[in-house]
């Protein structure tokens, strides 16, 4: 039995997004979320649910779910997988485009509903903290006196993460493994046995009932992020080389491009490599890695 990696966004959102993942967006966000007198979510509504020729069009790092609660609130959940430059901005922007869109010009501003942005980073985020769980609202610095639930910002830092499933306490644990560990599991563990829509979210990443084509999206979805992460290590390598060896911003600056346009050709190479090796075909090798047939048939040669 294998599953699929949920951090990628075309698992991510089968699962949070899809047309009958209802039930289990609200046991994972009642699991994350702490409201006021330990409110729960009984209802919402996602909007705009995942269509796949829309993912596998996508050329980005992250994706997300919106949903509207049944309590008038919206949420939006984004996985982000790389940590890219102006990230954080992003995330507050996007989370005061949602409050600010809900306004027509003849509405009046108490028509307003609350914003929280949720969101999951595979890297870390606040490295001087220890929680897993951060949940930020605008309050009065020095007595904290909150000023408006308006906009609330929730971030889950899963590499501080480090449980294995025999020690999940609750029901939040659980949801955090499942995120995190699925798409290198054989197996469901018997802590779930009671987790109903953990064991649906469980079905819906299992491969085996996937098609080709469906496999083929979870696959290039994959490649790029791999080929994203490796070249931005290469370019932060090379940059401190140069940044040494120079001594001048000039330097780092230079040595960053260049190491990041050789990353990712290094990458494909390598990727193109192993592909070969397990009898992949050179047309579909070339859709995948963009490399052209004679540099494959090189490699070949090789």
């Keep these: 039995m294998r599953f699929l990696n949920v951090k990628t966004d075309y698992a991510f959102k089968k699962v949070f997004g899809g047309d009958g993942s209802k039930d289990i967006l609200i046991s994972f966000l009642n699991s994350v979320i702490v409201f006021e007198n330990n409110e729960k979510i009984k209802d919402l509504i996602i909007v705009d649910p995942y269509q796949i020729p829309l993912i596998k069009g996508m050329k980005d790092t992250y994706v997300d779910v919106k949903a509207r609660l049944g309590n008038g609130k919206s949420v939006i959940i984004e996985m982000q997988v790389l940590n890219v430059e102006g990230f954080e901005k992003r995330i507050l922007y996007n989370a005061a485009k949602a409050y600010s869109s809900q306004l027509l010009s003849a509405e009046k501003f108490k028509s307003l509903e609350p914003v929280i942005a949720l969101t999951l980073t595979d890297f870390i985020m606040f490295p001087e903290i220890e929680k897993l769980i951060t949940c930020f609202k605008l309050i009065e610095k020095e007595v904290l006196l909150k000023y408006a639930d308006e906009i609330e910002l929730i971030f889950i830092e899963l590499p501080k993460f480090n449980k294995d499933s025999t020690q999940l306490e609750d029901i939040t644990d659980k949801w955090i493994y499942f995120i995190k560990n699925a798409g290198s599991l054989e197996y469901i563990p018997e802590t779930f046995d009671k987790e109903i829509e953990i064991k649906k979210a469980f079905d819906i990443v299992n491969t085996a009932g996937m ?66 090796s397990s009898g992949i075909e050179i047309d579909k090798i070339s859709l995948l890695t963009d490399l052209n047939a004679a540099e494959i048939l090189k490699l070949k040669a090789q």
């Design 211 to 276: 098609s080709e084509a469906e496999l083929e999206v979870q696959f290039k979805r994959l490649d790029f992020i791999y080929l994203q992460r490796g070249a931005i290590l290469f370019a932060e390598k090379q940059g401190m080389q140069q940044g040494m060896l120079q001594g001048i911003q000039q330097g780092i600056q230079q040595g960053i491009q260049q190491g990041l346009a050789q990353g990712i050709n290094q990458t494909k190479l390598e990727i193109a490599k192993k592909m070969l």
